[in-house]
């Protein structure tokens, strides 16, 4: 599946990019805000892996724009090491999970595995 | 009785004249005669009307003959004997023939209760008549006496009420500061407490407060004034700053000092002092109910506005200690996210080492990884340990001669690369000169790090930033200017404080917490030098200036004791020299190397400093600074040359001085110092240059 990493520090995003590369995903980076939306632009995803506190345009500023935008969305997984009052900020809609800094990179699969399980039959 | 009869002369307040009278103008005015005689003041009245008029102006005693008391006038008589005040008891004296004495006695009941009657036999005698008549003029007298006590008794009650009412009026106006209102009601109510205290309708706070690096103004009328906030015009505040910037103490306007507060005659006005006196507000009063302010009224208006510059103050004090605590809170969240970026990368990257089979390259990328968020640690806790060691006065600098240059060049050529990555050019202009400073090598080059980091961070991509080293006066200037995001006037003046940060949003303008720069200013300090920023506001980039002072003499405090044993060293034995540098530790320096070589050398920090040691201390020979604020080396010289005549010799001069130019050089020469020497010299060579010169 198409994957979008956005965090601005380098160790952690080279390291969640080459999580879900050896998964076999196709993996895109970005540094910041503006980047991951000028990418979300050109590119479809399926998954969206999204650092909060960042320079310039911030996580918060991408999920705006996420919002906004017509079409098929990513579902988004949320990364940080921020506050937790400022996670409740996020949109329930559009983030399927949250990740607390620092993690186990098995509790981000298995966040990843249940957004992406098929929906029960009623 | 003469003392009485002096007595008898109309004071106005205590009237003691007779009123007389008779139904026939005869009878009256032959008594008058015999009274005048006597040094009493009688007056004839023509009727009951004209007595009692008389009465209530103020009169000693009435005297009325029996005929004159008709039931009419003895109603009317009574009517006035009524009104008098409780203390007056005017005696009425009654001429009655002797024969009708009881049943007259009897009909002078008419006269009502308040009558105090003395009836007079007739025919009269002389003497009786005026002994009675004496007799009730000190009986009147005592009334007086009486009514003086009384009115007394009243003021001092009245004293006692109007304290009571300004003691608790104030009471309640400290109690107000006390409590946890808001500043804008303490104010409303030492408004509202100085209008009732001092008995005025108008009563006014006018305030400016400094909050948040805006200027907020606060209205306080008493409640109840016909004026409001909306009556009082733009040019009335024009006339309020204008009062306001120029009174320092209570004082009393009149002549309509606000015309356009409609007809304020006179107004009292107390200044709301600031902690370093400026006149921040004024605290004014005016419509005082039936009287003129008092000077009692300006010591309660003091003491309220007194009150007031407390609560203002108060409110101040809890605005930064709140601030304060706020900004260690927004610091601890900001902390637990530094410190958990780095950790996440060195979890996650030891994690992906566990998973079997991974790749050579995946291992190399995890060590650098690693590596580099390790460090990104360390410098956090380095930064930590800093702030701490700040705080608790324990961070420490080991000083020695230190050469500028190199230390900066090291840093840029540290950031040559990270700056290369996002396209950012370094621009470089450094004085090619050597820039001595007397310093911590590695706290030198953490200042110069920090500087150029956040230079670095603040400037996006394609941008620029430069750093200039130049030698100003005697202080070497470190200028570090970015083109990046600029800092808001109202953070700019936070902006070396500890635990803050450009911004506590979501948008992390910056990895790290904000503490470099408060360990910059703290380094600076210690190096006896000064941190500056300016800034343009956002966007517009900022400059951070550091000014060191340079170095007169190349070497350290530890050194000192092996000077000596150097074998090259002239010795200095017995040359008395005077130190003149603006710059102490500059001037110290050199003056405990002189000394160490033998001399006697005295430093001063100013040219009339060393004019006066002049006179006291026989010096053989001045070394002097040539940049120094107000009076330079060059006024020194003019003034030596002047006073050199009264000291009856010669002394010989030489310059210290960063400046290094050739044109300098020549300036300081021609000016009439007979060497020069550049800063910072070596102790050798500045021993030579002080030998020569006393041999010369």
Redesign the interface.
């Known amino acids: 599946m198409n994957v979008l990493v956005v965090d ?5 995003r ?3 990019t ?2 879900f590369a ?1 998964r076999g995903d196709n993996v895109h980076s970005a540094a910041d805000g503006d980047a991951a939306i000028s990418c979300l632009e050109q590119h479809e995803f399926e998954l969206l892996v999204l650092d ?9 500023g991408v999920l705006s724009y996420l919002e906004a935008r017509q079409g098929p969305k990513p579902r988004v997984i949320v ?1 940080t ?3 937790p009052a ?1 996670v409740q900020r996020v949109p329930e809609d559009l983030v399927v999970g949250v990740v607390a ?5 098995a509790t981000l699969l298995d966040l990843v595995e249940d957004a992406f399980l098929p929906a029960p039959l009623s | 009785m003469t003392a009485l009869m002096e007595q008898n002369v109309d004071t106005g307040t205590r009237p003691l004249r007779v009123l007389l009278l008779a139904p026939t103008g005869r009878d009256a005015s032959t008594m008058a005669g015999i009274l005048s005689r006597a040094g009493f003041t009688a007056e004839t009245c023509a009727s009951a009307e004209e007595l009692c008029r008389g009465i209530d102006e103020g009169a000693g005693v009435a005297v009325v003959t029996a005929e004159a008391l008709t039931p009419p006038a003895m109603r009317r008589i009574s009517a006035t004997l009524a009104t008098q005040p409780p203390w007056s008891e005017i005696p009425l004296m009654i001429f009655v023939a002797a024969p009708d004495m009881d049943r007259a006695a009897r009909s002078f009941e008419g006269l009502g209760p308040r009558a105090y009657v003395t009836l007079i036999d007739r025919p009269i005698h002389v003497k009786t008549l005026l002994s009675s008549m004496r007799t009730a003029l000190r009986s009147r007298l005592r009334q007086y006496d009486i009514r003086d006590l009384l009115d007394e008794q009243q003021k001092l009650l009245e004293n006692e009420r109007a304290s009571a009412l300004r003691l608790s009026g104030l009471a309640e106006a400290s109690l107000a500061i006390a409590s946890a209102l808001s500043l804008d009601d303490v104010l409303q109510m030492i408004t509202d407490q100085a209008a009732k205290v001092i008995n005025s309708r108008f009563a006014m706070i006018w305030l400016k407060v400094e909050e948040n690096a805006q200027t907020r103004t606060i209205w306080a009328i008493s409640a109840g004034a016909e004026r409001t906030r909306d009556d009082i015009d733009d040019a009335t505040v024009v006339a309020l700053d204008e009062i306001a910037s120029t009174i320092r103490s209570t004082v009393l306007l009149t002549g309509r000092p606000l015309e356009s507060v409609a007809d304020l005659d006179a107004m009292l006005v107390a200044p709301l002092l600031e902690r370093e006196g400026r006149t921040a507000g004024l605290l004014m009063l005016a419509e005082r109910a039936n009287a003129v302010f008092t000077p009692d009224d300006e010591a309660v208006l003091t003491q309220l506005a007194q009150m007031a510059s407390v609560a203002v103050q108060n409110a101040r004090l809890y605005r930064e200690a709140q601030d304060a605590n706020r900004a260690k809170d927004d610091f601890l969240a900001t902390l637990a996210h530094e410190l958990r970026t780095p950790m996440t990368g060195i979890l996650g990257w030891v994690q992906m080492l566990k998973i079997d089979g991974v790749a050579q390259e995946d291992v190399d990328t995890a060590i650098e990884m690693i590596e580099g968020s390790t460090r990104v640690q360390a410098r956090l806790v380095e930064d930590l340990l800093d702030v701490s060691r700040i705080i608790a006065g324990k961070l420490r600098v080991d000083l020695a001669p230190v050469e500028l240059r190199p230390v900066v060049e090291a840093v840029v050529e540290m950031f040559q690369a990270r700056a290369g990555e996002r396209n950012i050019t370094i621009d470089t202009r450094l004085e090619e000169r050597p820039l001595s400073v007397y310093g911590d090598e590695t706290r030198l080059h953490q200042i110069v790090w920090n500087l150029l980091s956040n230079a670095i961070k603040f400037t996006p991509e394609g941008g620029r930033v430069s750093v200039g080293l130049q030698l100003s006066g005697s202080k070497a200037v470190l200028r570090v200017s970015d083109s990046g995001q600029g800092i808001s006037p109202e953070f700019l003046p936070y902006v070396f404080d500890r635990f803050r940060q450009f911004d506590n949003s979501t948008v992390r303008q910056q990895a790290g917490l904000g503490l470099g720069l408060a360990i910059v200013r703290h380094l600076v300090t210690l190096h006896g030098g000064q941190a500056a920023v300016a800034s343009d506001g956002i966007g517009k980039g900022s400059t951070f200036t550091i000014m060191l002072p340079v170095l007169a003499v190349r070497v350290a405090r530890a050194e000192l004791p092996q000077l000596l044993t150097k074998p090259e060293m002239p010795s200095l034995n017995g040359i008395r020299i005077l130190i003149v540098d603006d710059d102490d530790e500059a001037g110290k320096l050199v003056a405990l190397v002189l000394n160490q070589l033998g001399a006697d050398a005295r430093e001063v920090a100013s040219v009339a400093d060393a004019v006066k040691e002049l006179r006291l201390f026989e010096a053989d020979i001045v070394v002097s600074d040539i940049a120094m604020p107000g009076e330079d080396g060059y006024a020194l010289m003019r003034q030596l040359r002047e006073i050199e005549p009264q000291l009856g010799r010669h002394i010989p001069t030489m310059a210290l001085t960063a400046y290094g130019r050739p044109q300098d050089r020549t300036r300081i020469l021609a000016s009439g110092f007979q060497k020069y020497i550049q800063k910072p010299v070596e102790p050798v060579e500045l021993a030579r240059a002080i030998a020569e010169l006393a041999q010369a």
């Open positions: 601005d520090d380098e160790a952690i080279t390291l969640v080459r999580l050896r909060l506190m960042m320079p310039r345009t911030d996580g918060f990364m090491a921020a506050v400022l800094k620092p993690f186990n990179l």
